[in-house]
């Protein structure tokens, strides 16, 4: 084990993950470790979570990742990709084209840039885990719960029918005795 990070209950801001991402950072441009991936459950809604593997460094630009972090072409968003498709078609047949020019330079862009994405994406794997920790709680105490109704509704009709039973069993014995007075 390299690093030992506690883990909080709670984890609602971004620079709570700030030094496991230095760490990350500084361990991939060392040399230390050639990739560097996050392993995390994906919260899906409270009856589904998806175990999910990101690779975080280096960062693959070719890859289309609709889990994690991507903006514009997840559906999840409220864009679907067939909107997306249709408005670069649009900019293309108008002949909108842009042009993007970095100061500083792009390299220092990029070294700004890249330790942010790795804190965002570390930031949103640690969120996703703590929503789908807390449903997964969330269900069974739920089961729980109702296991502990149905236990308490068969004692009750367990003592209902021992009270029963042992009444039953006192009427019958008053009933044999007035019998065996009256005779």
């Known amino acids: 084990m390299v690093a030992d990070f506690p883990k909080e209950d709670i984890i609602s801001e971004i620079n709570e993950v700030y030094a ?3 760490m990350v950072i500084d361990s991939f441009i060392d040399g230390s470790y050639d990739k560097i ?4 459950t994906d919260f899906v809604n409270p009856a589904k979570q998806i175990p ?19 903006v514009g072409k ?10 997306v498709a249709e408005k670069e078609k649009k900019h293309l047949k108008n002949g909108i084209k842009y042009e993007y020019i970095f100061e500083p330079s792009p390299a220092e862009v990029l ?14 794997a640690l969120l996703e885990a ?11 105490m739920h089961q ?19 009270r029963q039973a042992s009444i039953t069993n006192e009427i019958a014995e008053i009933a044999a005795g007035a019998e065996a007075l009256s005779d």
């Open 144 to 162: 729980a719960n109702d296991a502990a109704s149905d236990l308490v509704d068969d004692l009750t009709l367990f003592y209902n029918k021992a």
């Open 20 to 22: 496991v991402s230095k």
């Open 111 to 124: 070294d700004e840039l890249v330790p942010r994405l790795i804190e965002v994406q570390l930031f949103q």
């Open 37 to 40: 991936m996050v392993a995390y």
């Open 130 to 140: 703590n929503a789908s920790e807390h449903s997964a709680r969330m269900t069974a």
């Open 52 to 70: 999910r593997i990101k690779q975080l460094l280096p960062v693959d630009i070719e890859a289309e990742d609709n889990e994690l972090g991507v």
């Open 74 to 83: 997840d559906t999840r968003v409220g864009t679907t990709k067939e909107f």
